[in-house]
């Protein structure tokens, strides 16, 4: 990245500092009990500034804009009313960046994606049971339930994409790093990827490549979660291992 901005750790709602390009900066309007500007503003404005500089370039740009639900609800939060409003947060701090691009009038030429890393947290059970937030699939502490793996996989790019457009292709975020350069018309990083551009699905509806997916938990268990196609196969701990055909089952 060129530059960042933001909080590697949970801050208040109105911060005291920022880091910037990996350095703690004060936030003189929040300094000594001042509450004058929040997170989202603070992240809005940054945004702004940075379209306004592309605008004067005009060439391609990239800009990622992540928010942490640890930054905005606490992490095992119980309280379903609570969480709701947290979420909220969260989708009105998207609909500032979604403003920014539109009042700088570069939404036609724009491609918007909007994904998630993961599905629900395991330890919020009650939560997801209440919410329904993983559908009919289901979902597990150990993260690698259907769940816990499918994310929301959103895109607007006016003239390459149809409006309300459905795509039923198995992806991942392996694919985002080459579809977003094909996309802002720079080289790949050299070295095997383990990615597929999604560019000719989306504008041609060309099917992507067969590829194995393999997922495992960041201990050292044993468990594991291998998919190819609509087969999934998953490895317990003690060895015991089940296959499923997600179309089916």
């Known amino acids: ?19 910037l390009n990996g350095h703690r900066a004060l ?3 929040n300094s000594a ?6 997170k989202g503003e603070f992240i809005a404005n940054e945004i702004r500034s940075y379209l306004h500089d592309s605008q004067r ?20 939060s119980r309280d379903l009313e609570d969480y709701q409003q947290r979420i909220q947060a969260a989708d009105e701090m998207v609909g ?5 691009i539109d009042d700088a009038g570069m939404r036609e030429r724009t491609c918007i994606l909007l994904t998630a890393l993961t599905g629900p947290d395991g330890s919020m059970n009650a939560l997801i049971e209440q919410t329904k937030s993983c559908g009919d699939f289901s979902h597990s502490p150990n993260g690698l339930s259907e769940g816990n793996l499918r994310v929301p996989f959103l895109v607007c790019w006016p003239g390459s994409i149809a409006e309300g457009a459905v795509s039923e292709e198995f992806v991942s975020a392996c694919d985002l790093l080459p579809t977003l350069t094909q996309i802002g018309w720079v080289s790949r990083p050299s070295g095997k990827g383990d990615g597929a551009s999604l560019v000719d699905h989306w504008r041609n509806g060309k099917p992507l490549p067969v590829r194995r997916m393999i997922w495992k938990p960041a201990s050292d ?6 998919r190819e196609q609509q087969w999934k196969l998953v490895r317990e701990d003690d060895g015991t291992t089940y296959l499923f055909d997600l179309q089916n089952d």
């Open 1 to 19: 990245f060129e530059s960042s901005s933001g909080w590697s750790n949970p801050a208040s709602e109105f911060p005291e500092w920022i880091e």
């Open 27 to 29: 936030l003189e309007n």
């Open 33 to 38: 009990g001042q509450r004058r500007i929040s």
């Open 57 to 76: 370039r005009r060439g391609p740009f990239f800009v990622q804009f992540s928010i942490s639900l640890s930054m905005i609800a606490a992490r095992n």
């Open 96 to 100: 500032r960046v979604l403003k920014e």
């Open 221 to 226: 268990s044993k468990r594991l979660v291998v």
